[in-house]
């Protein structure tokens, strides 16, 4: 069976282990429940997770101190951890950022919290991998490369406050460096314009527009992974309803506000470190990695990036898609104008897919009019959703080429495939490119 992620729980609290397990199974991750704090430390050798849920009690000791142990471990360094408390609190929680743990979750937890607070965590460390895998197959190519590794900012925390009344926030919050939006109308168009680590929202009596921006930035695909914290009364907006609509953290009014700071913290620390991952796989497309024409990765990457990604894939079973766009429409336009005009389409092409992509998605050229996208842990249903949506943004963009004095349309071919048990890299793209042709 193919699994979404790898996730450990740690505790000896068996109905918290009981219940999350079967939560997490339902959704098709495969989970490990361990009830010491030496079983973890010898699983999580053998079968590294992708992320540890820690829950308050632990055989062998406390879970923070054992969160501080797993986070000077090499296998587990990296390995966001989760920690679910029955009894929160501002102090715990401040130890629990201290200690580097990712988040803590509290009562209620139903099954739309727990997936909604994990999964940017599973995400996280998904970047983590693609990091770590694009790094082999650049070494396969160039054994002198140095491994490129995550920077993190020293800039100020960028956060946008989002409401009215929101003295007792910011002074919560007196490290950080704040912009003030009046309304959810307001806040769309200053989170368009510049970048922030979070964003906290105090609902009002118009708690629609409130929901309606949680969602919006969504779909949104530059405020795709901005964390949202959302304060509201409860008679108007519930939590699940809040997580439904994509919120990172919810608060019910009047609201703790050492508790608020801390989880924006949590949630601030988590988007630095993607910041922080993103601009690192970037680094990855060194000159001599990438095909010059277009930017993106060139086909000898991509034929030693591949079989490592499978291999990976296979042992973990993890899924994985990949996919192909042909655009013959290039071949059009060298016809009738040139080389030059045809390489400046297809130029724009590549750039359009790979920003419409996320960022720990390989995007290589093919062939001479032709690219490939990887999308890790992506099953097909869901990779052809991105990919069809890639398709109808570019059928319906009007290009720009030089020299060329009217506007230009391409109508792009897509194919995907998802890797099946025991399948090569060879058998994956010929199933992949043959899709483009049916």
């Not at 000896?12 to 009830?35: C, H, I, P, T």
């Not at 970047?127 to 790094?135: A, D, I, P, S």
């Not at 929901?211 to 108007?236: G, M, T, V, W, Y």
Request: overall charge negative; some cysteine; hydrophobic content about 40%.
């Amino acid at each position: 069976m193919i699994h979404l992620a790898n996730i450990m729980i740690v505790t000896d609290d068996a109905r918290l282990g009981a219940n999350s397990l079967k939560k997490l199974e339902k959704q098709r991750y495969k989970v490990r429940l361990v009830s010491s704090q030496a079983e973890a430390l010898r699983e999580s050798e053998l079968d590294r997770p992708d992320i540890i849920l820690l829950g308050d009690t632990l055989a062998g000791g406390d879970p923070i101190t054992f969160a501080r142990m797993l986070k000077s471990a090499p296998a587990t360094d990296d390995t966001p951890i989760c920690l679910v408390t029955s009894h929160p609190s501002a102090e715990l929680e401040g130890r629990a950022l201290a200690a580097g743990i990712s988040d803590v979750v509290t009562p209620p937890i139903t099954d739309t919290k727990l997936m909604a607070r994990l999964r940017p965590l599973i995400r996280l460390s998904s970047m983590q991998v693609e990091l770590q895998q694009r790094g082999i197959a650049a070494r396969s190519l160039e054994p002198s490369a140095e491994a490129v590794t995550p920077r993190q900012s020293e800039e100020p925390d960028r956060i946008l406050l989002i409401g009215r009344d929101l003295e007792t926030i910011a002074e919560h919050l007196p490290d950080a460096q704040l912009s003030m939006a009046a309304d959810p109308f307001i806040a769309e168009e200053q989170l368009e314009t510049k970048f922030y680590d979070a964003a906290i929202a105090v609902a009002d009596e118009r708690p629609d527009a409130y929901l309606d921006l949680c969602i919006q930035s969504r779909n949104n695909p530059r405020l795709f992974n901005l964390p949202l914290i959302l304060i509201a009364n409860p008679k108007q907006i519930d939590e699940d309803t809040a997580y439904d609509h994509g919120v990172s953290g919810y608060f019910t009014q009047p609201t703790d506000p050492f508790m608020l700071h801390n989880t924006a913290m949590f949630l601030v620390r988590r988007q630095r470190a993607r910041w922080a991952i993103r601009e690192a796989l970037s680094e990855t497309a060194r000159p001599a990695l990438k095909d010059p024409a277009t930017g993106v990765f060139s086909r000898a990457f991509f034929d030693s990036y591949l079989p490592i990604r499978v291999a990976y894939a296979q042992d973990l079973r993890r899924p994985l898609s990949i996919a192909f766009f042909r655009v013959p429409d290039v071949e059009n336009i060298r016809q009738r104008f040139g080389d030059e005009q045809a390489n400046h389409l297809r130029l724009q092409v590549a750039q359009w897919i790979t920003g419409l992509l996320r960022v720990e998605d390989m995007t290589a050229r093919y062939e001479e009019n032709e690219f490939c996208v990887v999308l890790p842990d992506s099953p097909r249903n869901e990779a052809s959703l991105v990919l069809n949506r890639i398709a109808g943004v570019l059928a319906y963009t009007d290009f720009a080429v030089r020299e060329v004095y009217e506007p230009v349309k391409v109508l792009v071919r897509v194919g995907s495939a998802e890797l099946q048990e025991g399948e090569s890299a060879e058998s994956l793209v010929a199933r992949a490119r043959q899709a483009v042709v049916e």
